[in-house]
C-alpha cells in the first residue's frame, strides 16, 4: 500500500496544476508521460496520468465559465432541473445544461457550459429532472468581495457553476420532457404522500434522502447557530450506518450457512460495499454523499483485515480518491471537515485499549467528542468565520441522538415501506425526536448565540483552538504540558483583539454591494454608515451578507432615497440598532430621520465631520441633486463622499471643500454627470473610489471620468474589480488602500502603485 501517499500527492498535484496553469505545462506533462514510459517506470507513469486526469478536470472547469462577450447576451439553452426552489415570485432554477446557442448570429459560442443558476420570475409550475428550453440571459460567475463575509464567487466555483442570470419571458419557456425515472424522486413522493408533519417531512427528506433543499431558511439559520449543520447532509454516519447494518444482516446470514467458516467469508462485505454504493447513488450522489462513499468503501477495506492498509494509509488512499473523482471538492470546506476529523480520530483512538462495557463506551464516546469539538471549531471558524459557543455541548446530545436513533428510525422507515403500519410508527417516533432535537438546539441558541469574530482574528483563532485539539489527541503526552499549553493559549485567545482605531484615526471602508454603495465610517467610538446599499427584486439587500444581527450603528446617513442608495434601510431598522438617521428634506426612507442640511457639523473621537449640502430648500431638486453630501477629516486627511449630485451641483459646494483631498468616492458610480472637470481640476483627490456593480449595465465607471482622473494624477479603484476598498485615515504618513480582490494583473508600471482602472465601454 505504498500507493496511498503517492496517489493522494499527485491528485493534490494535479489540483494545484490546474489551478496554475503554468505556461508549457500540458509539454511537460507530455515528455514526463513518454520519458517514464520509455524508462518502463509504471508505477510513475500511473501516478503521471493521476496528475493529467485531475489537472484536465479543473483546466475544463476554468474554461467553461461564460465568455465576457456573451455578457447580456440572449442565449437559448435546453437542460435539465436539478432543482427547483421557489421564494414568492421568484423561482430559483439550477439547470444541467445540453445545448447552448447565441440567438444574435456573430456571437461567441456558448458550447461549453454545463451547469447554470438562473432565476424566473412568475415562473410556470417546474420540477426537478424536467427537461427545458429557456431564453436566458447571463454572466460570469460572480459575487460580493468584502472582509469576512460570504464569498458568493468561491461557491458557484466549488459548485462547478459557470454563469448566472434570469430567463426572459419572450420566447416563452417550453416543457421538452417530464422527468424520468429516478429513484430518489420516487422516494420523496412517496414521502410527501404519507401522512407527515411538515416538520418530519423536511428532517426525514434530509436527513435520509439528502434533500437538504426541502429544509427551510429558518431550519438552516438554526443548525448554523448551534453548529450541527454536519448532522443534516449525507455523511459518513448515514452511508457508513447503511454498510454496517448490511455488514451485520449479512454476516449472521453467514454465520447461519456456513457456521465453521463464516468469519472467512467475503461476500457480506461485497455486499456492504455495494449497500454504501446504493445507498449514494440513492440520495443524489452529491459531493458530500460521494465523498462518504469512497470513505465508507476505504473502511470497510480496512475493517475486514485481509490485506488491507493501515489506518493512515486508508486516510491518504481516500483523500488521493475522493480529489482525484471531483477535483473541485478541494475547495469544499467539508471535505477538509471531514479529514481533518477523521485524522484526528485516528490519534485519538489508535494504540488504545479497546472500551470495555456500557460505561466504558459511552465514556469514550463523549471523550472522543469533547476532543473533537476545539478542532472542528477551528475547521468552522475557518470555513464560516463564525463560532457556535454551544455547539460542543449541543453535539455532546445532538450527535449520538442522530446517529443511534434518528438516522436508525428514518432508515427503518424506509426498509418497512411495504408494512405500512410499522412505517409509520418508526417515522412518528422520528419526529417526536427530532421536535425534542429542535426544541433542545433554540434552547442552546438562545443560550449561547453564535458569535462572529471580526476578521482579523479569525485566522489566530482558529490556529489557537486547533493546538489545543492537538494538545489533547497527541498521545504520551504529560498532563502538566496539556493544561498549561491550554491555559496559555486560553489566556491568549482572551487577550486577542481586532485592531481598534486611536483617537483621531478613521476607518473607511466602501463595501461591495454591487450597483449601489455603502460606506462604513469607524473610529475608536463612533460608527457611520453613509447610505446602505441597493435591495434587489428578489428582495435580497446586500447589506444582509456584511455583518450579524444585532450590530450597533451610531449614525446612518442615507444619501437620497433611490434603491440603490437606500435599499437596505427596512433591514438595517428591523435586524440593527441605530443611533439617528440622516436623510435630505424631500426624500421618503421608510423610516423616521432627521434632515441632513448644509452647514451641520460635529466630532467624534477627534474626526470632524461636515455636510456640504443639500440646503434647507430642496424642492426644485431632483432626488439624486438632493444628495447629501459629506466631508469627512481625520489629522491631515481628508474624505469627501458626494452621493448623486450632478456637475451643477458640485459647482455649488465646490468652494466649502478642503484642501487637500486624499479620497474621494466618486459622485454618481462614476457616471459621466458627476465629477465635473471643475471639481476634478481643483480637487485632484488622491484617490478615488468608484462603488460600482461588477459587468453593470451602465458602463460605470464612464471612460470620460476615467481618463479625467489619469490626467489629475488621482489613483483609482472600483469595487467592481477590487471588490471593498479599505483605507485609514489620520496618520500623517501615505495612505495605501487594500482591497478584498486580490488582483496583482491589474497593477501597472505605467501607473505607478495605481491601478488602472479602465471603462467597460
Same mark, same amino acid.
Given at each position: ?18 489551478? $496554475? ?6 509539454? =511537460? ?148 420532457? !417530464? ?10 413522493? *412517496?414521502? *410527501? ?12 427528506? !434530509?436527513?435520509? $434522502? ?23 447532509? +449525507?455523511?459518513?454516519? *448515514? ?25 472467512? !467469508? ?79 480520530? +485516528? ?25 473533537? =469539538? ?8 475557518? @470555513? ?49 425526536? @427530532? $421536535?425534542?432535537?429542535? @426544541? ?153 430621520? !432627521? ?53 451643477? +451641483?458640485?459647482?455649488?459646494? $465646490? ?36 462603488? =460600482? ?18 490626467? @489629475? ?26 482591497? =478584498? ?13 495605481? *491601478? ?6
Amino acid at each position: 500500500m505504498g500507493v496511498a501517499i503517492p496517489l493522494a500527492l499527485a491528485s493534490l498535484g494535479g489540483v494545484a496544476l490546474g489551478w $496554475l496553469a503554468p505556461p508549457g505545462v500540458v509539454e =511537460a506533462w507530455g515528455l514526463a508521460l513518454l520519458g517514464f514510459a520509455a524508462a518502463g517506470r509504471w508505477r510513475q507513469l500511473g501516478l503521471v496520468a493521476v496528475v493529467a486526469l485531475t489537472a484536465g478536470q479543473l483546466l475544463l472547469a476554468r474554461g467553461a465559465d461564460l465568455p465576457d462577450g456573451l455578457l447580456r447576451a440572449d442565449l437559448a439553452v435546453e437542460g435539465r432541473l436539478e432543482s427547483v426552489a421557489t421564494q414568492g415570485a421568484l423561482t430559483r432554477l439550477l439547470l444541467r445544461v445540453d445545448d447552448c446557442r447565441p440567438l444574435a448570429p456573430g456571437r461567441l459560442p456558448c458550447d461549453d457550459l454545463r451547469r447554470i443558476r438562473i432565476s424566473h420570475f412568475q415562473a410556470p409550475p417546474m420540477q426537478p429532472g424536467e427537461r427545458w428550453a429557456l431564453t436566458v440571459r447571463l454572466r460570469p460567475p460572480a459575487g460580493f468581495a468584502n472582509p469576512g463575509a460570504f464569498d458568493y464567487r468561491a461557491w458557484l466555483w466549488r459548485e462547478g457553476i459557470q454563469a448566472t442570470g434570469y430567463v426572459r419571458d419572450e420566447p416563452s419557456p417550453k416543457r421538452l420532457a !417530464a422527468p424520468g425515472a429516478s429513484p430518489r424522486r420516487l422516494a420523496l413522493t *412517496h414521502l *410527501h404522500e404519507r401522512d407527515l408533519s411538515p416538520t418530519a417531512y423536511r428532517w426525514l427528506a !434530509a436527513l435520509t $434522502l439528502g434533500a437538504g433543499e426541502r429544509l427551510e431558511r429558518e431550519d438552516w439559520d438554526l443548525l448554523n447557530a448551534s453548529g450541527t449543520t454536519h448532522l443534516m447532509v +449525507i455523511s459518513g454516519l *448515514h452511508v457508513g450506518l447503511v454498510a454496517a447494518f448490511t455488514l451485520l444482516v449479512t454476516r449472521g446470514v453467514a454465520r447461519l450457512v456456513t457456521p465453521g467458516r463464516w468469519r472467512l !467469508a467475503t461476500w457480506p462485505w461485497w455486499l456492504a460495499g455495494a449497500a454504501a454504493i446504493g445507498y449514494a447513488w440513492l440520495s443524489g450522489l452529491q459531493p458530500p454523499a460521494m465523498r462518504a462513499m469512497l470513505m465508507t468503501l476505504v473502511g470497510l477495506w480496512v475493517a475486514s483485515g485481509r490485506h488491507a492498509p493501515g489506518p493512515w494509509q486508508a486516510w491518504w488512499l481516500a483523500l488521493g480518491l475522493v480529489v482525484l473523482v471531483d477535483p473541485l471538492s478541494v475547495w469544499r470546506p467539508g471535505l477538509w471537515l471531514s479529514f481533518v476529523a477523521v485524522a484526528l480520530l +485516528i490519534l485519538i483512538w489508535q494504540g488504545r485499549a479497546r472500551p470495555r462495557g456500557v460505561g466504558g463506551w459511552v465514556w469514550a464516546l463523549v471523550r472522543t467528542q469533547l476532543l473533537l =469539538a476545539p478542532l472542528m471549531a477551528a475547521a468552522v471558524l475557518l @470555513a464560516f468565520a463564525r463560532l457556535a459557543p454551544a455547539a460542543p455541548l449541543v453535539n455532546l446530545v445532538a450527535v449520538p441522538l442522530v446517529s443511534s436513533l434518528l438516522v436508525p428510525l428514518g432508515l427503518a422507515g424506509w426498509l418497512l415501506a411495504p408494512l405500512p403500519p410499522l412505517s409509520a410508527l418508526c417515522w412518528w417516533l422520528f419526529e417526536r425526536l @427530532a $421536535l425534542a432535537l429542535i @426544541a433542545l438546539l433554540e434552547f442552546a441558541v438562545s443560550w449561547l448565540p453564535p458569535w462572529w469574530p471580526v476578521p482579523e482574528t479569525v485566522l489566530p483563532l482558529a490556529l489557537m483552538l486547533g493546538l489545543v485539539a492537538l494538545l489533547w489527541a497527541l498521545p504520551g503526552l504529560v498532563a502538566g504540558l496539556r493544561l498549561g499549553g491550554s491555559a496559555l493559549l486560553a489566556l491568549a485567545m482572551l487577550t486577542l483583539a481586532p485592531p481598534e482605531p486611536e483617537p483621531g484615526a478613521l476607518r473607511v471602508r466602501v463595501q461591495d454591494v454591487g450597483q449601489g454603495q455603502l460606506v462604513e465610517l469607524r473610529s475608536a467610538g463612533y460608527r457611520l454608515l453613509y447610505d446602505t446599499g441597493p435591495r434587489y427584486r428578489s428582495g435580497f439587500a446586500p447589506l444582509a451578507s456584511l455583518w450579524p444581527a444585532g450590530q450597533r450603528f451610531d449614525t446612518v446617513l442615507v444619501s437620497h432615497d433611490d434603491l440603490d442608495h437606500a435599499g437596505g434601510v427596512p433591514l438595517l431598522a428591523e435586524q440593527h440598532r441605530v443611533g439617528e438617521f440622516l436623510a435630505p428634506p424631500g426624500e421618503s426612507i421608510g423610516v423616521p430621520f !432627521a434632515p441632513c442640511l448644509r452647514g451641520q457639523r460635529w466630532e467624534r473621537d477627534g474626526v470632524r465631520y461636515r455636510v456640504l449640502w443639500p440646503p434647507r430648500d430642496t424642492a426644485e431638486l431632483s432626488s439624486n441633486d438632493r444628495s447629501c453630501v459629506l466631508e469627512v477629516t481625520a489629522g491631515e486627511h481628508r474624505l469627501l463622499i458626494t452621493g448623486d449630485v450632478g456637475r451643477r +451641483i458640485e459647482r455649488a459646494f $465646490l468652494l466649502d471643500v478642503e484642501r487637500p483631498l486624499t479620497a474621494l468616492v466618486a459622485g454618481h458610480h462614476g457616471s459621466r454627470t458627476s465629477s465635473g472637470p471643475q471639481l476634478v481640476q481643483r480637487l485632484s483627490p488622491e484617490h478615488v473610489i468608484y462603488s =460600482a456593480g461588477r459587468h453593470n449595465a451602465f458602463g460605470h465607471p464612464h471612460a470620460e471620468v476615467v481618463r479625467r482622473f489619469r490626467r @489629475a494624477g488621482s489613483c483609482q479603484w472600483s469595487t467592481a474589480e477590487d471588490g471593498a476598498v479599505t483605507l485609514w485615515l489620520g496618520g500623517d504618513g501615505k495612505i495605501t488602500p487594500t482591497t =478584498a480582490r486580490a488582483a496583482p494583473w491589474r497593477r501597472s508600471g505605467v501607473e505607478g502603485g495605481c *491601478h488602472a482602472v479602465e471603462s467597460p465601454h
